[in-house]
């Protein structure tokens, strides 16, 4: 059974901190990683996407993907109160290059 | 329209009715999707069109029938329902294109089975 594990939170931090998501996924094959914010009651909209070892920036958020310890993370530099969210971590199946497995996600908290 | 959009965005039925969700996309893809969302568990794939053609069907009940008319439309067909259905169904699509293809969410339907 291919998995994705992430803490389910709250991760509480205070704006303006530095909140870091992680996930680890069990399918060794797996090329291709993204990260999604989801708000209470609306759809996944995609953050980032991440698919070589090392660091990827855009703007506030820093993925972070190792394949060796098949580890992903998410920084969220100077954390705002609108970042509260579940933040799910997906990994694309190996041999089936359009299907994702999904973590059941990390509830952020950014209090003022 | 933009994006994915998916009506309708609140329905609920008994578990005699049949009723379908629709699916559209507007971004020029060729594969569609059908997840599920319950509470405190991850999104499941329900099934997959690449290139209007089904792919993946995993373990779905019957009760569940997707329909996938062209690359822009997708449906799923519901019948005969039980409460534990009750989840948010959500629809997506991506370009299948390598290995570096993202996936757009619809805002989902969600569902209650009474």
């Known amino acids: 059974q291919k998995e994705v594990e992430q803490n389910s939170g709250p991760l509480s931090v205070p704006e303006g901190a530095i909140a870091s998501l992680n996930c680890t996924y069990s399918?060794?094959?797996?090329?291709?990683f993204f990260w999604y914010r989801q708000y209470s009651g609306k759809s996944p909209e995609l953050i980032m996407s991440?698919?070589?070892?090392g660091d990827k920036e855009d703007g506030r958020f820093t993925a972070q993907l190792n394949k060796a310890s098949q580890y992903v993370s998410l920084l969220i530099r100077d954390s705002q109160p609108s970042d509260s969210a579940t933040y799910l971590c997906?990994?694309?199946?190996?041999?089936?290059?359009?299907?994702?497995?999904f973590g059941a996600g990390t509830r952020l908290a950014v209090h003022p | 329209e933009t994006g994915v959009t998916q009506t309708p965005r609140h329905l609920v039925m008994g578990m005699t009715n049949k009723k379908s969700l629709k699916c559209e996309q507007h971004l020029g893809h060729n594969a569609m999707y059908w997840y599920k969302q319950s509470a405190k568990k991850p999104l499941e794939l329900m099934f997959v069109?690449?290139?209007?053609?089904?792919?993946e069907n995993n373990s779905v009940p019957s009760r569940f029938s997707p329909e996938c008319p062209n690359s822009s439309h997708l449906f799923l067909h519901l019948h005969t329902l039980q409460p534990e259905d009750s989840a948010l169904y959500l629809c997506a699509s991506s370009q299948v294109h390598s290995l570096q293809e993202t996936q757009y969410f619809g805002p989902g339907t969600r569902l209650l089975v009474l």
């Open positions: 399918d060794r094959g797996s090329q291709s």
């Open positions: 997906a990994a694309g199946l190996s041999g089936g290059y359009n299907k994702l497995i």
């Open positions: 991440i698919y070589s070892n």
């Open positions: 069109y690449n290139f209007k053609e089904q792919t």
